[in-house]
Each structure stands twice: as C-alpha cells, then as structure tokens.
C-alpha cells in the first residue's frame, strides 16, 4: 500500500521511567491477559530515553508499505502508515498527559521525520490523538511540527 501517515505515538509512561523495546513488545505481543496478544507490535520504531533509536520492524524505505512493514499503531490505517514511538508521555503521577520528551528524543524524533520526508516527501505527519480517543502523544503534533519547520503539505 502507498505510505501516506507517518503517525507519533507515546508509551504513556511516566516521564524518566526506562522503558525497554522489550518491555513494548511484551506489552503488545503477550497473549492475554498479560499483553494485546498483537501479532506485530504497534510501531516501527522507538525512541528511548537517551535517544537511541530501537527498530521494531525493518522498512526499506520506500514510498510503499510492505507486508512486513505493517504494525498495530492505529485501527484502520496500519497499512498506510508508520508508527514512531517515544518513550514516556506521562507525569511522574503516572495520571496526566504530558509532554516529556527528552533533547535527545526531539533531536531523534526530527532525524527520523526528515530522513522519511526524504524517501516519501507527500506523507502526512500526525498525532495518535488525531485518529483516536486519546491523548497519545501527550503534546500537538501539527503545532510542534511547525516550530521546528516541516512544510504545512506534510502537516496533517
């Protein structure tokens, strides 16, 4: 399927608590009652705390979702879409929505926008938020995204 959604998404988890790509995947894959019992996990990439980037699925970075490229990330759109993570998007209450993104999270979360603006430059950026009932990514994706200078075409 042509890539059209490039999607942000939190762990919604208080923010400065380390989360493992493993502790994600567990969450997503585990059969019930422990995890969603997901086949593939929700998004293609992570960003961790300091900034490391932790690939869940391989993408060969094309302007096609392939088959293998798919992750649970958003109902109805997984075939269109990609799904970038970071980790947090909580308080330290573990009760609100908030921004907690680190420098290094930013920094990562930009290097990865522009290095897919450069394979699939028509993809819409967007907000989990923006597709469901919820406040994940903890911040607004289209006002953040203008600030740092992604095209108003890119914005959705």
């Known amino acids: 399927m042509h890539f059209q959604y490039l999607i942000i998404h ?4 208080p923010a400065g608590r380390w989360i ?3 502790d994600v995947k567990r969450w997503h894959t585990a059969p019930k009652p422990y995890g969603n019992g997901w086949k593939q996990v929700g998004y293609s990439d992570l960003i961790l705390l ?3 980037r932790h690939q869940f699925v391989k993408h ?11 992750t649970n990330g958003v109902a109805g759109i997984n075939a269109i879409s990609r799904h970038l993570c970071y980790i947090g998007g ?5 009760h609100k929505a908030q921004d907690t993104r680190t420098a290094q999270q930013i920094e ?4 990865i926008i522009h290095e897919v603006l450069a394979y699939a430059p028509n993809i819409k950026i ?10 994940c990514p903890s911040f607004t994706v289209s006002d953040w995204l203008r600030e740092v200078g992604i095209e108003e075409r890119n914005i959705e």
Request: charge should be negative.
């Open 50 to 52: 300091d900034g490391s």
């Open 126 to 135: 967007a907000g989990h938020n923006q597709f469901s009932n919820k406040a």
């Open 108 to 111: 990562t979360m930009l290097t």
């Open 90 to 94: 909580l308080d330290k209450t573990f």
């Open 10 to 13: 939190c762990t919604a988890t």
């Open 20 to 22: 493992s790509p493993e």
């Open 60 to 70: 060969n970075n094309d302007q096609t979702i392939d088959p293998f490229e798919i």
